[in-house]
């Protein structure tokens, strides 16, 4: 019986001359994506066992927006539900998966970072040192962000309930937990801007002057995104979320300008050594 052979897992060896193939740049995103996928798998495991935990602590943000909602509708009647055969399993896997997501965050970032960045060759340990060091907890405290913005969003968006004929809300467990969950990875994502700018920068891509005379668009873009990628669409969660990417943004642009500075300055010292 022939042996299974797993080398084709195997990540392309990286060439000497810093050039790689079409091809080798394929096996290379394959490597990385069956890894990123095996490893999200396995936190998804993890998150099943502890299930139950990890639904009541996503459900926490739910009672702290009826509690919200009742001081300002007192009369509303709003009651979660589960509607489906379906539902239940569909709701565990999607628990699971972000947690999963989130679980293992330091892994997948790495292996975005590996792929994106191999030709930094001797210096690379170094940017993924400080990528990992900036991207890990800068995503983990945009979804804690997300985590606790979320009572006070859903409470907006639920107060606009008419409040004529004694209409009630059904709210379906399964959505309250997709737009809470979607919230938390935009607010991850999202914080991930500033990790973005300086490592361009480092990498010698993006000036720190390019930045200053893109920061007007940059800083709309932000508004924009934060308008577009937030569900539900309210005003609490959109500026939640658009106000902290402004200040990542001007911090990230500062850096810039200091990692330029020392550049230009090791540049003028070699230049009058030579």
């Keep these: 019986m022939a042996r299974l052979s797993l080398g084709w897992l195997r990540p392309p060896k990286f060439p000497a001359d810093g050039v790689m193939s079409l091809a080798d740049h394929l096996r290379e995103l394959r490597y990385r994506l069956v890894f990123s996928s ?6 998804m495991i993890v998150c099943a066992i502890f299930y139950l935990p990890l639904f009541t602590f996503l459900l926490e943000p739910w009672a702290r927006a009826t509690e919200i909602l009742k001081g300002i509708r007192p009369n509303l009647e709003v009651t979660a539900v589960l509607s489906g055969v379906t539902a239940p399993l569909i709701l565990a ?3 699971c998966a972000v947690g999963g997501l989130v679980l293992t965050s330091p892994v997948w970032l790495y292996q975005i970072w590996a792929y994106i960045a191999p030709a930094l060759l001797a210096k690379e340990k170094r940017y993924a040192l400080f990528f990992l060091l900036a991207a890990v907890p800068l995503f983990l405290a945009g979804v804690v962000l997300g985590y606790f913005i979320a009572p006070q969003a859903f409470a907006i968006m ?3 309930t008419p409040d004529m004929f004694e209409i009630s809300n059904l709210v379906p467990v399964d ?3 997709t737009l809470m969950l ?3 990875l935009v607010f991850g994502a999202g914080f991930l801007l500033p990790v973005i700018v300086v490592t361009l920068n480092l990498v010698g891509i993006v000036s720190a002057t390019a930045l ?3 920061r007007r ?3 709309f873009g932000c508004a924009v995104f934060a308008a577009a990628a937030t569900p539900g669409g309210d005003p609490f969660s959109m500026l939640g979320l658009a106000i902290p990417m402004m200040v990542l943004f001007l911090v990230a642009e500062a850096i810039c300008h200091a990692n330029d500075k020392r550049r230009a300055k090791r540049q003028a010292k070699a230049l009058e050594r030579a």
């Design 217 to 219: 668009y940059v800083l």
């Design 38 to 43: 095996i490893v999200v798998a396995v936190g």
């Design 93 to 95: 896997l999607m628990v």
């Design 158 to 160: 639920l107060g606009f």
């Design 212 to 214: 200053q005379s893109a």
């Design 175 to 177: 959505t309250f937990l």
């Design 182 to 184: 979607q919230l938390m």
